[in-house]
Nanobody, 116 residues
Framework: QVQLVESGGGLVQAGGSLRLSCAAS????????MGWYRQDPGKGRDLVAS???????DYADSVKGRFTISRDNAKNTVYLQMNSLKAEDTAVYYC??????????WGQGTQVTVSS
């Protein structure tokens, strides 16, 4: 069992920055892929960015050049640096940790609100 605790969400003006953190704990399992997803009310959960254990990254087109994902394997923590935030970035952001195919865990979510 893996517990994911997210932090760093909040209210920011358009053009501002926020840094999200997600710390994994509770298991000696190796976390292969870590990622951030976001969800608007009434919609599905969409990938924002992901990072492999080796550091390979993937980003949604809408955040490329503005968001940066990173991770500290020793601390089992993944970060999302969000710059040049826009109103359309407003959503609940969820951390996801993949152990293997179809074996993953979700965090509880953290609200990000960007005022225009």
């Amino acid at each position: 069992q893996v517990q994911l605790v997210e932090s760093g969400g909040g209210l920011v003006q358009a053009g501002g920055s926020l840094r999200l953190s997600c710390a994994a704990s509770g298991s000696a399992l190796t976390i292969n892929l870590m990622g951030w997803y976001r969800q608007d009310p009434g919609k599905g959960r969409d990938l924002v960015a992901s990072i492999t254990r080796g550091g390979s990254t993937d980003y949604a087109d809408s955040v490329k050049g503005r968001f940066t994902i990173s991770r500290d394997n020793a601390k089992n923590t993944v970060y999302l640096q969000m710059n040049s935030l826009k109103a359309e970035d407003t959503a609940v952001y969820y951390c996801k940790a993949d152990i293997a195919t179809n074996w993953y865990y979700w965090g509880q979510g953290t609200q990000v609100t960007v005022s225009s």
